[in-house]
């Protein structure tokens, strides 16, 4: 870590350690509370914008005050979803606000804590933003190293899909005269999942998620229907590996159920396509970092784990210019320091300012 991320660490160090220990202990348990509380701690006497949502998160608007600049007006969104990114941007917020009359009027900052549990509903949360940027904690980096994917992309293309299975429904007490569709059901999983994992090279990503199952309502009775839903996850829309597996899964549920007496469908729903980072913003993003950490602190890593942060990127962006960076995980003062400068750095390249 370079000289002035090692200073500012110190300097993390010495304030708020109670406050910071407190907010992260009350973060699970009431967020957007939490967060307010945090927001105007943080900020001390300067006055914030902060607005809950519950279904996201917290939203802190900081407006510029400072003097007009020529050129195009920027709102950058910074996005923290995880202890030590939130951790940091309370960090950063700190500095930003205190600082706020050096941020050029016209131009602004939102800092944006996603806690909410249906992060998918982002209705206000991006009103008005020219840009987003990320920076999300994973195991897949290094400790206190940071990966910007530029070529590989950061979500998979995203199939829904829903399977049924039709059966005979009868009373338990004499399931003889029935045919149990959550039995087919089951099995028909099986052999999609069996189907992926044997029918898939391993150069190419294929991911089979079923997220939802439901059949019957009583304890006692064996249901005429079963049905499941999921996501099927792929890197490339209608190519060779989704086709395949696309039609592996159309047999499967027609076969698999057949053999047990039963009737079964599959649909598939609209596609969501795959996300990659904005150019320009992950340059901008990675020149941040390695201002801040210097070049060693940026690595590459192989394979899928790009892909780890799922959709949630991709429904943060919704058209808006953005970037995100992999942050290996850590709490220790150095690199929650690192990410808070690395805002902060971000936000004087972007808004053409400079914070102290």
């Not at 829309?237 to 899964?249: A, C, F, P, W, Y």
Request: with cysteine; proline share 5%.
């Amino acid at each position: 870590m370079q000289a002035s991320a090692s200073k500012f660490a110190k300097l993390l160090a010495a304030k708020h350690p109670q406050d910071l220990s407190k907010i992260l202990s009350s973060l699970q348990t009431a967020p957007e509370a939490t967060l307010e509380s945090a927001l105007r701690l943080f900020s001390g006497s300067v006055p914030l914008s902060v607005k809950s949502y519950p279904a996201a998160g917290v939203v802190c608007d900081l407006a510029g005050t400072g003097p007009t600049t020529p050129g195009s007006k920027r709102h950058l969104g910074l996005v923290a979803a995880d202890f030590m990114s939130i951790r940091a941007l309370l960090v950063a917020a700190e500095v930003l606000a205190r600082d706020r009359p050096n941020l050029p009027a016209g131009h602004a900052v939102r800092l944006i804590f996603l806690t909410g549990r249906a992060r998918s509903d982002l209705a206000g949360v991006l009103d008005g933003l020219s840009e987003i940027y990320w920076l999300s904690a994973t195991r897949a980096v290094p400790e206190g190293k940071f990966c910007v994917p530029v070529h590989a992309p950061i979500t998979p293309v995203v199939l829904p899909f829903t399977i049924s299975v039709e059966g005979k429904g009868t009373h338990g007490a004499y399931p003889e005269l029935g045919i149990d569709p959550i039995s087919a059901l089951c099995q028909a999983h099986s052999a999609i999942q069996s189907a992926l994992a044997l029918g898939t090279c391993r150069r190419d990503f294929a991911m089979c998620n079923v997220t939802r199952m439901h059949a019957g309502s009583a304890v006692n009775v064996i249901p005429s229907k079963a049905e499941m839903g999921g996501e099927l996850l792929t890197l490339q829309s209608g190519d060779e590996v989704q086709k395949t597996i696309k039609r592996k899964m159309e047999k499967i549920v027609e076969m698999v159920p057949k053999g047990m007496d039963c009737a079964g469908t599959i649909s598939f729903g609209v596609e969501v396509q795959k996300v990659e980072n904005a150019k320009a913003q992950a340059e901008v993003l990675r020149e941040a970092i390695v201002d801040v950490a210097g070049k060693e602190a940026v690595v590459d890593i192989e394979g899928d784990a790009t892909l780890q942060i799922g959709v949630k990127f991709g429904l943060m962006q919704k058209g808006v210019q953005g970037a995100v960076a992999l942050v290996g995980q850590s709490l220790k003062d150095d690199t929650v320091a690192a990410l808070a400068l690395t805002w902060i750095r971000l936000a004087e390249r972007r808004l053409e300012c400079t914070f102290a």
